[in-house]
């Protein structure tokens, strides 16, 4: 062939693939996908794989909430996530040993919940005078005036201060409900304590609360009270010169109850930082796989049609071999055993069973190529198997393998999917698989969490449709004989 | 004759295949067993130790304490053929699974430990689901795969060629978790697990079944049968454009006739292939999506075996799905000669 005929063809495939209405449309879809998946780092969070399995690292989201654009679907409306930074805060000091940080936050109207949480971080503490440490009240003011104390007279340490993961602030809101609701002041003991672990002790702080009402109800069925409510630090630090509180760094984080473009999973993780990387796994698997497995196929399809006889005869039942073993459990023991398993052997695994259909397909095409005068031909001029094979049955077989390459890569991302769903994959990589394998196992389909199950599965459904598209419009253009029916 | 000798040809084949196919699986396994066999035995001298070797200790000295527990280590270690060659192994592990004796597993499943037993129970249960499934979706995508050929190009055919194109790059089982998030959590029109009451008989319990059937077999049919139609479609078309129907229609046979009658008659080996291996891999169950939705049957009784480490029942188990899978070639190429008479001619002319 030379390279004029090769630059017609080309020429003449893109006039018609142009035609291909489908395959355009294949070829947009692959073009913002490779996109997605190469900006990943840039548009979402840089390194996210190592970060994925930290909890430590997802501690300031909200745990299980939905994306923020649901607000616009739903009557129900959750407030996003709110975070203050020092210029955000009011912080004034009435006094040489007092300062006090105020948070103003707003609790919009027709939203149904306020914030999941409350967290202070980033309070950089060094005590020098043990006897004399420093202080702190927390407190929140309402619209309706009234002050919920949350802390008092704690000893200000560099942690974090958790409303609605500290159980001392839950009981101490319970107690408050009691005294607003009954009148009368209950101590730590007599909280009980089923109540404040297991129940949102962070929504009735946003809730009417009113004398006369009942404590449960507002605990289950909070009733919203918009208005602007102020949480105040309060710290107490009897020896300024020796003791150094440091502001710099500090971080109110009014948690969501909803969070993001796609919310967040059990650990606060940001599922659109993990849907956008896991689709580098994906493509990256996918493409690679089929790529693969379509070359080895059509080598050893091809080699087996060509020497023929009982080479042939050998082949083909090695092929059968790998064709009757059930694939997805052998992989499953594989994985099992093997423990830590990497990218690079799951692709191993898929591809060595996975070029079988392909080796049968090419070997009956390659029969009847085979019986064509010019391989004679070559042949008789002396040509070697391996030059035929190569230079003059494999060529003729190429369009075939484009066509047949677009058209697996969607088994081939399924197969990822399936292994990483199973808890069998690169731990140290994000895919969608591992991220639906977290929803089955947090049950998330029976809680109704829609935003952790949907666009995983959407993603490999796109990467999907791409390849198919172009697969099948790969097929009607080039092979027009061939068409694989 | 020419057929004869090729099926015949085609059995033995297959039998070779799957002997070979065993003493792979049995190398796997035995090489997985082997590790917890180990830790197995090890526990159980643990355990003799601190109880009768200690009383031995105790009563005859330490010499006799060494002896009795070097005997206890060797008798525990042939219980568990850890004092054998690993080719021994295996190909003893291969014989008596040919031999369809599977042997036990450490915890009961279903109510007992015969591997034999508890592929009985799981099998007809992936049938019930599986192949009602199946069966829905051959039906549905042969007719309409029919209709879509005889309308070549109109809105129907377009509609359903997307639809099957779009179902096709979807994984099954999250299709599955979305449906049971539409209609088993929002809708609650489903239960959310499939796992049936065991307390129900009589009538209650078949309408248990039905109702905890219902979701999966849906799920299946959704994501299957545009596939299906698609390829009877594509097949039809290229059978429609043939001469013989173009003489029929020239006849003036009625275009029902043509299309049932003729077309679909000759379209049928490869349709017919379709079937039993659709059939037959009904029986095995999908692993991923039983686990879904929390189905008892074969997929997910190969998960379980999985997690709680039961080779002998994964040895049953894959020993199973490839028997099904090489009866299903044999069938396919039996049924192919059959139909297609020009197989035979290819066959014999090789033979």
Redo the contacts between chains.
């Keep these: 062939m030379r390279w004029v005929d090769v630059k017609e063809g080309f020429k003449e495939f893109l006039e018609e693939f142009k035609r291909e209405k489908t395959g355009i449309a294949g070829v947009i879809l692959l073009v913002i996908l490779v996109l997605v998946a190469l900006t990943a780092p840039y548009t979402t969070i840089p390194d996210l794989p190592e970060k994925w399995r930290s909890s430590a690292y997802w501690e300031d989201n909200p745990k299980n909430v939905p994306p923020t654009w649901y607000n616009m679907f739903t009557s129900q409306k959750l407030v996003p996530q709110e975070v203050y930074y020092i210029n955000d805060l009011k912080i004034t000091h009435p006094s040489d040993t007092r300062t006090v940080i105020e948070a103003d936050y707003n609790f919009p109207n027709r939203y149904i919940l306020g914030p999941q949480g409350i967290i202070i971080r980033g309070l950089n503490v060094s005590v020098g005078d043990p006897m004399n440490a420093p202080v702190f009240d927390l407190y929140l003011l309402r619209p309706d005036g009234k002050k919920i104390p949350l802390l008092k007279n704690k000893p200000l340490s560099a942690g974090t201060i958790s409303v609605g993961r500290d159980s001392t602030i839950s009981a101490n809101v319970y107690i408050w409900l009691v005294n607003v609701t009954e009148g009368r002041e209950i101590t730590m003991f007599e909280v009980p304590l089923q109540t404040i672990l297991i129940s949102d002790m962070v929504a009735p702080m946003f809730a009417k609360v009113e004398p006369g009402m009942n404590v449960t109800q507002i605990i289950e069925n909070p009733e919203p009270l918009w208005g602007n409510y102020k949480l105040v630090l309060d710290i107490n630090n009897p020896a300024p010169d020796k003791n150094k509180i440091m502001l710099d760094n500090i971080k109110v984080t009014f948690l969501g109850r909803s969070y993001g473009t796609m919310g967040t999973d059990y650990l606060g993780r940001d599922l659109w930082a993990g849907i956008i990387w896991g689709s580098r796994v994906s493509l990256t698997i996918g493409v690679l796989v089929s790529v693969l497995s379509t070359v080895i196929g059509l080598v050893y399809g091809v080699t087996s049609a060509y020497l023929g006889g009982n080479a042939d005869e050998f082949m083909m039942?090695i092929n059968?071999?790998f064709?009757?073993?059930?694939s997805?459990?052998?992989l499953?023991?594989?994985g099992?055993?093997m423990g830590h398993i990497t990218l690079m052997f799951i692709v191993l695994l898929l591809v060595i069973f996975g070029w079988m259909g392909i080796a049968r397909i090419s070997r009956s095409m390659a029969l009847q190529i085979k019986e064509q005068t010019y391989i004679e031909a070559a042949r008789a001029l002396g040509a070697g198997n391996g030059r035929i094979i190569f230079k003059h049955i494999l060529p003729q077989l190429l369009p075939y393998a484009f066509a047949v390459i677009a058209l697996s890569v969607?088994s081939a991302v399924?197969a990822e999917?399936?292994l990483s769903?199973?808890g069998i994959g690169d731990p140290t990589a994000v895919t969608w698989g591992q991220i639906?394998n977290a929803?089955?196992n947090q049950a998330?389909?029976?809680?109704?969490y829609?935003w952790w199950?949907?666009p995983?599965?959407l993603g490999?459904?796109?990467?999907?449709?791409t390849f198919?598209?172009i697969g099948?419009a790969l097929d009607k253009i080039l092979n027009p004989r061939l068409?694989r029916? | 004759m020419g057929y004869l000798k090729y099926l015949a040809f085609r059995i033995v084949n297959a039998l070779l295949v799957l002997l070979i196919v065993t003493f792979i699986i049995s190398a796997l396994f035995v090489r997985v067993a082997e590790e917890s066999n180990r830790s197995k035995m090890y526990e159980e001298l643990m355990l003799w130790e601190r109880t009768e070797g200690a009383k031995i200790k105790q009563s005859q000295g330490l010499e006799a304490f060494e002896q009795a527990k070097a005997a206890k280590q060797a008798s525990l270690e042939e219980k568990y053929e850890l004092n054998i060659p690993y080719w021994q192994k295996v190909y003893r592990k291969a014989v008596r699974t040919l031999k369809l004796d599977f042997g036990t597993t450490s915890m009961p499943i279903f109510g007992t430990n015969n591997v034999s037993d508890i592929i009985k129970v799981a099998v007809p249960r992936s049938i019930l689901l599986f192949t009602t499934a199946t069966i829905i979706v051959i039906i549905l995508g042969i007719f309409l795969g029919v209709r879509a050929a005889r309308h070549a190009g109109s809105v129907f055919d377009r509609g359903l060629s997307i639809f099957a194109l779009l179902t096709y790059s979807l994984p099954m089982w999250w299709t599955g978790m979305m449906f049971l998030l539409i209609f088993a959590f929002k809708l609650g029109w489903f239960p959310l697990s499939s796992m049936f009451d065991p307390q129900l008989t009589g009538w209650a319990h078949v309408k248990d079944v039905l109702w905890k059937l219902a979701l999966p077999v849906f799920t299946y049919v959704f994501v299957v049968f545009g596939g299906w139609a698609w390829t009877t479609r594509n097949i039809m078309i290229g059978t429609l454009q043939e001469d013989f129907i173009m003489a029929a229609k020239a006849k003036g046979v009625p275009e029902h006739k043509i299309i049932y009658g003729h077309a679909l008659r000759a379209a049928a080996p490869p349709i017919v292939t379709m079937i039993i291996f659709a059939l037959l891999g009904s029986l095995g169950g999908a692993i991923i999506s039983e686990l879904v939705f929390n189905y008892p049957g074969m997929g997910r009784l190969y998960w379980v075996a999985l997690q709680q480490n039961e080779t002998n029942l994964l040895i049953g188990l894959t020993y199973f799905f490839t028997v099904l899978y090489l009866a299903g070639v044999v069938l396919a190429d039996m049924i192919y000669g059959f139909l297609d008479p020009r197989v035979k001619v290819g066959a014999s002319a090789r033979m």
């Design positions: 039942r059968e071999i064709a009757s073993i059930p997805l459990p052998i499953i023991l594989i099992a055993t969607p399924i999917a399936s769903f199973l639906l929803a089955q998330a389909t029976t809680k109704g829609w199950v949907l995983p599965g490999i459904a796109v990467v999907g449709l198919v598209l099948t068409r029916l």
